[in-house]
């Protein structure tokens, strides 16, 4: 069984498709609602599976596996009593040898249909044929702002003003219309550099570029609170190039209210982050990682870099040691969206033939409502409802209400995310960096929760007692949610993948490798930081591994 055969399930359920290959669903017009539950964290190794078997990709009872062999898995009580998932099967990520693919990206799209595929090609015909295309058209509309989690001008939408929009934050006043042609707009592309302190991201760096390329504005900026991580490597920060900064953030704001005005639009990269830390709230927003594709389609976003190299021609953020430049990222954005308006429409994106699940069950004739509950509620921008969580509990509260009012719900449980591994106390990571050179200031903080943001490669084992922890909290999330599911509901929980710390960690050596060997003979790399043919056969058979996750199917009787 493989992801693709779930979400096509989702989709026969709740549609009128042929039959599925490989299972028999009697009576699939009872079914009312369909829960996808994504459960990361879970993997056949737990549950005692033995993939190298001739039977591996047969349903097994793991309750007896349970009993005889033990482990943390015995803490799963609920699961087997209350909902009913007495068998689990392995279930295959999509990738290659080498990789494994997103398993949220391939659980939540699907093919397009033939008719689906000639009215977007029609679409694409008509797109040609627009003589000439303004900054407007590339303007973020107020539902795109509410989904990338910009701040949002009150006048915009007063009736979702959030409290952390307080007394120290900025506002472009709206401009009342005098007459019936407005001036033009004029485009300012912005980028930030930023640290990180006891109260989060905070601005160490502003740039303003103009349509011409030129600086309108470039300072250093001295944080409100002690720095805690200068983020060296992406802001090229130090605390000798800020040695003698003396400007503030209300300083910085009173000079973007003499340049920005109800007539400018804003240019940038995922420019929600830079906001945030610039403490301002436009309305007018041009954001090249949307305007621009990423290979994949949505919802994927390209990188600065990238788009820079591949339409611009243009290296970018090319020194690890000096970080990003927001002067030269500003300027790339600047040009990126110049560059846009001399080209029909639909340049610089990737025509996709899949579309969102959630817009899938929309089509039907029937149509299907659908709700997504994550921490990420960027995988859900086409389903009807996003409630975006910060905890399971905040899930588990989130769901009742979900499934009673629409057809299909996608939900994520993490608190067993730690069986896959955590991220590393301060004095792990401090151990890590010793003999380096990196500098890491004694009072870093370092994320140890489910937010964390580390790569897979950089996470530590967690110890039994804490994996222990983290099922008997998703079993008892588990029967609170199969407890409010009302009948004929059916359920597919998953974890997608397996662990993949081993596919990270062998990746990120063969990065490293190959940058080295763009530069050196093999000779001069040191023998311990080689990736060759051997090392390749090890990273398929890790990739091979990490792809195998588990699935439970049932129904609420």
């Keep these: 069984m493989c992801e693709k055969d779930l979400r096509d399930l989702v989709v026969f359920v709740l549609t009128e498709t042929p039959s599925l290959p490989w299972i028999q669903v009697l009576n699939k017009f009872k079914i009312e609602k369909v829960l996808l539950l994504y459960v990361a964290g879970l993997d056949p190794a737990l549950f005692h599976l033995n993939l190298k078997s001739p039977d591996a990709h047969k349903s097994a009872q793991w309750t007896e596996r349970a009993k005889k062999l033990g482990g943390p898995v015995t803490e799963f009580g609920h699961l087997r009593d209350y909902c009913g998932c007495e068998e689990v099967s392995v279930v295959m990520a999509a990738g290659d040898k080498f990789r494994i693919f997103s398993p949220t990206n ?70 009342e219309k005098k007459t019936l042609t407005p001036p033009p707009k004029v485009m300012i592309a912005l980028d930030c550099e930023m640290c990180r302190t006891e109260d989060g991201l905070e601005l160490t760096r502003v740039t303003l570029i103009d349509l011409k390329g030129n600086n309108i504005l470039d300072e250093l900026v001295k944080p409100e609170k002690p720095i805690l991580d200068y983020l060296t490597q992406y802001s090229g920060m130090t605390a000798t190039r800020l040695e003698g900064v003396t400007t503030r953030l209300a300083d910085v704001q009173k000079k973007l209210q003499g340049i920005i005005d109800y007539n400018t639009i804003l240019v940038g990269h995922s420019l929600e982050n830079d906001m945030r830390v610039l403490k301002l709230t436009h309305p007018f927003i041009i954001d090249t990682s949307l305007i621009y594709h990423h290979t994949r389609g949505p919802p994927y976003r390209p990188g600065l870099k990238w788009l820079a190299q591949k339409w611009l021609q243009r290296t970018i ?47 039907f004739n029937i149509p299907r409502t659908s709700a997504l509950i994550d ?153 311990e930081e080689w990736f060759l043919e051997e090392d390749e056969k090890k990273l398929e058979a890790a990739v091979e591994v990490a792809k195998s996750g588990v699935c439970f199917l049932t129904i609420k009787q």
């Excluded at 040691?321 to 990737?350: N, Q, T, V």
């Design 106 to 175: 391939t659980l939540l799209n699907v093919p397009l249909s033939n008719s689906e595929k000639v009215k977007r090609d029609n679409e694409r015909k008509n797109q040609k044929a627009v003589k000439s295309v303004k900054p407007e058209n590339y303007m973020m509309s107020l539902e795109e702002m509410r989904e990338s989690e910009f701040p949002i001008p009150r006048y915009l939408d007063p009736k979702n003003v959030p409290q952390e929009l307080g007394k120290d934050w900025i506002e472009t006043p709206k401009l």
């Design 375 to 527: 921490s990420d509620a960027f995988a859900g921008q086409s389903a009807t409802k996003v409630i975006k969580t910060n905890s399971d509990k905040e899930v588990v509260d989130a769901l009742p209400g979900a499934i009673k009012d629409h057809s299909f719900v996608w939900a994520r449980l993490r608190d067993i995310e730690i069986n896959h591994g955590k991220a590393p106390t301060q004095q792990q990571q401090l151990s890590s960096t010793e003999g380096q050179g990196q500098e890491v200031s004694a009072a870093t903080n370092v994320d140890t929760g489910r937010a964390s943001k580390i790569s897979s490669a950089d996470k530590v084992q967690a110890t039994e007692d804490e994996i222990r922890e983290g099922i008997r909290s998703v079993d008892e999330s588990l029967k609170y949610i199969f407890e409010a599911l009302p009948s004929r509901t059916a359920v597919i929980l998953t974890s997608g993948q397996g662990d993949h710390r081993e596919v990270s960690r062998m990746q990120l050596k063969q990065k490293k490798f190959m940058e080295l060997f763009k530069t050196k003979n093999l000779s001069e790399i040191p023998e």
């Design 317 to 363: 953020q090319d020194n690890s040691e000096r970080g990003h430049d927001s002067a030269e990222d500003a300027l790339a954005c600047m040009d990126l969206i110049i560059l846009k308006l001399s080209k029909p429409p639909a340049f610089g994106e990737y025509t996709q033939e899949q579309e969102s699940l959630f817009s899938r069950l929309a089509r």
